[in-house]
C-alpha cells in the first residue's frame, strides 16, 4: 500500500528486494494502491521481472481505478476491466489471488463470483479471496459458490491486531470452520503497537495519524486509553525478551488460530529488517497470556452465551 505513494520506485524495489532476500513469498497489492491509483502494481511489475514465479502475488479490485462513475465495484464489466489492466501493470499473465476489496452492495453478489469463476477457468486468476467483508457476508460467498460449483472463497484479508480483535467476534470462527486461511493487515495496530505514539502528545509529522484521510482517521479512533495501556503491555515484553515493540506484536498476530501470513506494510528497509525479526522464534507462554489479557474483547450475545453453555456441558 505504500509503494507509489509513501515510498518511490528506489525504496519499493530495496523492500522488495530485502523481502524476497529474506524468503518472503507473498506480495500484497490492489489495483487503487499508489498515487495514482495503480502505481503500486506497476512497481510491483517492473520489480518482479524475471522473478515473477517466486512470489504468490495478490491484488484486489472493488474501489476507484479512475474517476468515471463505473470505475468502481464489483460488477462483470469492471471485474474484468480492472484485472486486464492489474495483469498489464504487473507484466504477469495471472494472479495468484484477486481479491474482493470490500462488500459491494449495488452489484448481485451472483455476478461478482461468476465472473471470478469465470476468470479462474481462463486462467487470468488462480484463486479468489475477500477482505473487509462481514461474517454474514463471508458465509454468504461461500454459500452461493458452492452451491453453484464456483471457485470458494480461499482466503480473509483484515485489520486484526493486539489493538483490533473485533475480527474475532465471527470472521475467525467462521475461517477456522471453512478452513479460509486469515491475512492481518494492520497487525501493528497502524504503529500505536510500535510505541510510535504517545498518550496525550500530538501524533509526529509524517506518521498515518498524523496527517488526513481514512487511514488518519482511523488511527485517531484507534488510540483509546485500553490500546495504549495494551502498547505498554507490548513494550514491557519487549524488554523482557529482548525483541523489539514490533516483533512482540507481530509474533502475536503471526501465531493466532487460522493466520498464514501477517501483512508488512513497512516503509523504509530498517523497518522491514526490524518486521523480519518477528519470525523463527516464539513468545513464552506467559508472555501470549498477558498480551491476550490486556487485549481482550467483550465477544457480546449470542457468542458468549455459546461459551458459557459449553463451559457447562450443555
Known amino acids: 500500500m505504500t509503494f507509489g505513494r509513501e515510498c518511490d520506485e528506489t525504496t519499493s524495489r530495496a523492500l522488495l528486494d530485502r523481502f524476497i532476500d529474506a524468503g518472503g513469498t507473498l506480495v500484497d497489492t490492489a489495483n487503487n494502491y499508489g498515487d495514482p491509483p495503480g502505481a503500486s502494481e506497476t512497481i510491483i511489475g517492473k520489480v518482479l521481472v524475471g522473478r515473477r514465479d517466486k512470489v504468490v502475488l495478490a491484488t484486489k479490485v472493488r474501489f476507484f481505478s479512475g474517476d468515471g462513475p ?26 495468484d489471488l484477486l481479491q474482493l476489496h470490500s462488500w459491494d452492495p449495488l452489484t448481485p453478489l451472483a455476478e461478482t463470483l461468476s465472473t471470478v469463476d469465470d476468470l479462474v477457468r481462463v486462467g487470468k486468476v488462480r484463486y479468489l479471496g475477500v477482505s473487509n467483508f462481514t461474517g454474514w457476508q463471508l458465509a454468504c460467498a461461500n454459500g452461493l459458490a458452492a452451491q453453484h460449483g464456483w471457485e470458494p472463497v480461499v482466503s480473509y484479508q483484515g485489520n486484526y491486531s493486539l489493538v483490533g480483535r473485533e475480527l474475532e467476534r465471527e470472521v475467525m470462527p467462521y475461517c477456522a470452520y471453512a478452513a479460509v486461511a486469515v491475512l492481518p493487515y494492520g497487525p501493528l495496530g497502524g504503529g500505536l503497537l510500535t510505541g510510535k505514539y504517545r498518550r496525550g502528545e500530538r501524533a509526529p509529522e509524517g506518521t498515518r495519524a498524523g496527517g488526513g484521510g481514512m487511514s488518519g482517521q482511523g488511527m485517531t479512533r484507534r488510540m483509546t486509553d485500553r490500546a495504549f495501556a495494551t502498547a505498554d503491555v507490548v513494550g514491557d515484553i519487549a524488554a523482557e525478551s529482548g525483541k523489539t515493540p514490533s516483533q512482540v506484536a507481530l509474533n502475536w498476530v503471526a501465531n493466532r488460530p487460522g493466520v498464514t501470513s501477517p501483512l508488512l506494510g513497512a516503509r523504509t528497509v530498517e523497518q522491514l529488517e526490524d518486521n523480519l525479526g518477528s519470525v523463527g522464534w516464539r513468545l513464552d507462554p506467559e508472555h501470549v497470556d498477558r498480551l491476550d489479557q490486556s487485549s481482550v474483547i467483550s465477544l457480546g450475545y449470542p457468542q458468549e452465551f455459546q461459551a458459557w453453555m459449553a463451559e457447562v456441558g450443555m
Not at 70 to 81: A, C, E, K, T, V
Open 70 to 95: 463505473n470505475d468502481r465495484g464489483l460488477s462483470r464489466r469492471q471485474i474484468r476491466m480492472s484485472v486486464d489492466a492489474s495483469l498489464r501493470r504487473l507484466q504477469t499473465d495471472w494472479i
